[in-house]
């Protein structure tokens, strides 16, 4: 019990200082940020190769290193890191002793209360607590070749140019004169003829037409007024009487009875006459 109090306040310790310390570093491949220094330990991201991290601290050999990735905090492999050497990059496992990266032991339990409160797993951290990663051989550092020194061949000697000949001048005759021909006579121009002006006769006068006697203009008749009779009345004839239209009859309702009417009574017929002798006939 109070060799793991002390293995606890020495990771706190050793925590701290490497956050104070804290050396920017790069990734070499693609690899995943771990809660923990071992594969076995819950996923937290995906880191790709380029991208900066802030190592906080590393395990015992450098195998494993406590990194902030964009924030979060987790555990990568010590191998996939590299460090900016000035001149060229080197991988941490050589250079991490001389840029004073700090030897830290994983403590979960208040790793996982300060950082990973909020992460699903965090639920089943007692499960955590008490599982061990199993052995696993040390992971060997990643050498990365240095580069090839560029070959510069030894300076050559390089002969002068050879002068190059200047031939003699030469005798350049001088050009040949152009001759001037001869002026000629140019004849004078010859004056232009100009026609003697023609006698042009007046224009003839136009004759104005003797003036013709207009008549004055007839007056316009205007018939005498016709006597118009008066208008005759309008015959308004009086108005007829119409008379009021008659009611039609309606049908006739007949009044059903169960008993039927009395018969009306019937005229004595007359008797008839007796064929014979002695009988008068009635007038």
């Known amino acids: ?6 293995t606890l306040a020495a990771a706190s310790a050793l925590s701290l200082t490497g956050m104070a310390q804290a050396s920017p570093a790069y990734l070499v491949q693609d690899t995943e940020l771990m809660a923990g220094p071992d594969q076995g330990y819950p996923l937290l991201d995906d880191l790709l190769s380029g991208d900066e991290v802030d190592v906080q601290g590393c395990t015992d050999g450098y195998y494993w290193c406590d990194v902030i990735a964009d924030g979060e905090r987790g555990w990568v492999p010590g191998n996939a890191l590299q460090l900016d050497d000035g001149d060229q990059m080197a991988p941490l496992p050589n250079v991490g002793y001389d840029y004073g990266v700090p030897i830290v032991v994983f403590a979960i339990q208040p790793y996982w209360n300060a950082y990973y409160s909020g992460y699903p797993f965090f639920v089943q951290r007692w499960t955590w607590y008490q599982w061990a990663p199993p052995y696993r051989p040390p992971m060997p550092p990643r050498v990365v070749p240095l580069p090839h020194p560029i070959f510069n061949p030894p300076p050559r000697d390089i002969p002068p140019p050879h002068p190059i000949p200047n031939p003699p001048p030469r005798d350049i005759p001088p050009p040949h004169p152009i001759p001037n021909p001869p002026p000629r006579d140019i004849p004078p121009p010859q004056p232009i003829f100009n026609p003697p002006p023609r006698d042009i006769p007046p224009p003839h006068p136009i004759p104005n037409p003797p003036p013709h006697d207009i008549p004055p203009p007839q007056p316009i008749f205007n018939p005498p007024p016709r006597d118009v009779p008066p208008p005759q ?46 009988g008068h006939h009635r007038h």
Not at 238 to 251: H, S, T
Not at 252 to 278: E, K, Y
Request: hydrophobic share 35%; proline share 29%; aromatic share 2%.
């Open 233 to 278: 009345p309008v015959f308004n004839p009086p108005p007829r009487v119409v008379p009021l239209p008659q009611p039609i009859p309606g049908p006739r309702m007949r009044v059903a009875s169960t008993q039927r009417p009395p018969a009306a009574p019937r005229a004595p017929r007359p008797a008839a006459p007796r064929s014979g002798g002695g």
């Open 1 to 6: 019990m109070k060799t793991l109090i002390l």
